[in-house]
């Protein structure tokens, strides 16, 4: 079964995915092919755990691919911190591009914070529209890091080192 952690970015992706390497039952990657093009892009192996955030953008592809046959983790933080670190990147990353190619240059008026809202709820409906319909689905928290991996690791029937998992989760991994 392949797993997917849609989610926004600035939410504990990496620190997530670091966690989920220490199962030996699933391989993991956070933004493993996000180099990739055409059938390549999402081509992840049998058994897999992928976090990337650019996946928002390509959810049509991502039903085509797998569809209800995969699990989603929807991964989230609090939408103010979550826009204040991305509004801490303005200029670079997801956030350049969204100005500059999916807004095509904003505004300049318009602070990094109020266009870091925007993304943020943009990339959250989508996600949500595509997990309407799935039938396996759990939603995971920055909040409840610990709590809501546990749950995860039982879920999906983890094995491996549960204790060295945690402890990842105590790293803040890609932090800003």
């Not at 956070?30 to 192996?45: I, K, M, Q, W």
């Not at 933080?77 to 999916?102: C, L, N, Q, V, W």
């Amino acid at each position: 079964m392949n797993i997917f952690v849609l989610n926004s970015g600035r939410c504990g992706s990496t620190t997530w995915i670091r966690a989920c390497e220490h199962m030996c039952n699933y391989t993991a990657g956070h933004e493993s092919r996000a180099h990739l093009v055409g059938p390549e892009r999402l081509a992840y192996p049998d058994n897999h755990i992928e976090a990337d955030n650019r996946l928002s953008w390509l959810l049509g592809r991502l039903e085509a691919a797998y569809g209800k046959q995969a699990l989603y983790v929807h991964l989230r933080r609090d939408p103010e911190a979550t826009a204040s670190s991305f509004a801490r990147r303005h200029d670079f990353g997801i956030m350049k591009a969204y100005r500059e190619g999916i807004l095509i240059g904003a505004n300049p008026q318009v602070s990094s914070l109020t266009l870091a809202h925007d993304y943020l709820e943009t990339v959250e409906h989508n996600i949500a529209l595509f997990l309407r319909d799935k039938p396996r689905v759990l939603e995971a928290r920055l909040e409840y890091l610990e709590e809501d991996f546990l749950h995860f690791w039982s879920v999906i029937g983890a094995e491996g080192d549960l204790d060295a998992a945690l402890a990842e989760l105590r790293i803040h991994h890609n932090s800003s």
